[in-house]
């Protein structure tokens, strides 16, 4: 069965810490996405990667491919940033297929 | 450029009945997918259209329907509504197989 883990599934931090949430899947993918989601509902889409890393602004997401395991990291943590974040995959090789998701991780950033 | 739309925000139907959702996708985006969010499992994949043409389906019952048209606009169709389709749903839109990039959504209530 095509799964995806994350974990862990809700952390608190103090503002300005590093956060690290992982994500590990179960075969292989064409794509990974890590999204957002603000109470309300809206999701933003943060990072789409195959590969390697990316980096925006505060957030870093990796990728192991042959680990089947993705982090995404935030620097300098802000309340701002309090959110679920959720990992997303394309398990076909043509990345047609619809996304599966994670369950999220509901992150809390304390002033 | 505007961003993917949807409406309405909120609806509240009985059950039985049938619901007919939009999704205006961003200009040049082709494809559109959609999902459907419950507190129970999570972010689902629906279907996935792509140039009027249905490429992906998930596993949901045959009362979810959909269709795109020419202009890219899409819309889902849930027949004889039962109280646990009651869901946020959630359209995306990309160019291809690339980031997507999502409305915000749909508020589904059924009674």
């Known amino acids: 069965k095509n799964e995806v883990e994350q974990s862990p599934q809700n952390l608190t931090a103090q503002e300005g810490e590093f956060i690290t949430i992982n994500c590990s899947y179960s075969v292989g993918i064409s794509a990974l996405h890590w999204l957002q989601q603000h109470p309300g509902g809206g999701i933003v889409s943060l990072f789409m990667?195959?590969?390697g890393k990316k980096k925006h602004g505060r957030l870093i997401a990796t990728i192991n491919i042959q680990e089947k395991h993705s982090s995404l990291h935030i620097t300098a943590s802000h309340p701002r940033d309090s959110a679920v974040y959720i990992c997303?995959?394309?398990?076909?090789?043509?990345?047609?297929?619809?996304?599966?998701f994670g369950k999220g991780t509901h992150l809390i950033i304390q002033p | 450029k505007a961003g993917v739309t949807q409406t309405p925000r909120y609806l509240i139907k009985t059950r039985g009945q049938q619901v007919t959702l939009s999704c205006s996708p961003i200009?040049?985006?082709?494809?559109v997918s959609w999902y459907q969010q419950t507190p129970g499992q999570g972010l689902q994949f629906l279907f996935e259209?792509?140039?009027?043409?249905?490429?992906n389906k998930g596993n949901f019952p045959g009362r979810f329907s959909g269709r795109q048209f020419s202009n890219s606009r899409s819309e889902m169709n849930v027949s004889t509504l039962e109280l646990g389709d009651s869901a946020l749903y959630l359209c995306?839109?990309?160019?291809?197989?690339?980031?997507?990039?999502f409305g915000p959504g749909t508020r589904l209530t059924v009674l």
């Open positions: 259209y792509f140039s009027e043409t249905q490429r």
């Open positions: 200009s040049g985006h082709r494809s």
């Open positions: 995306a839109s990309s160019i291809q197989y690339n980031e997507q990039f």
């Open positions: 990667l195959s590969s």
């Open positions: 997303a995959v394309n398990f076909s090789g043509g990345g047609a297929d619809g996304l599966t």
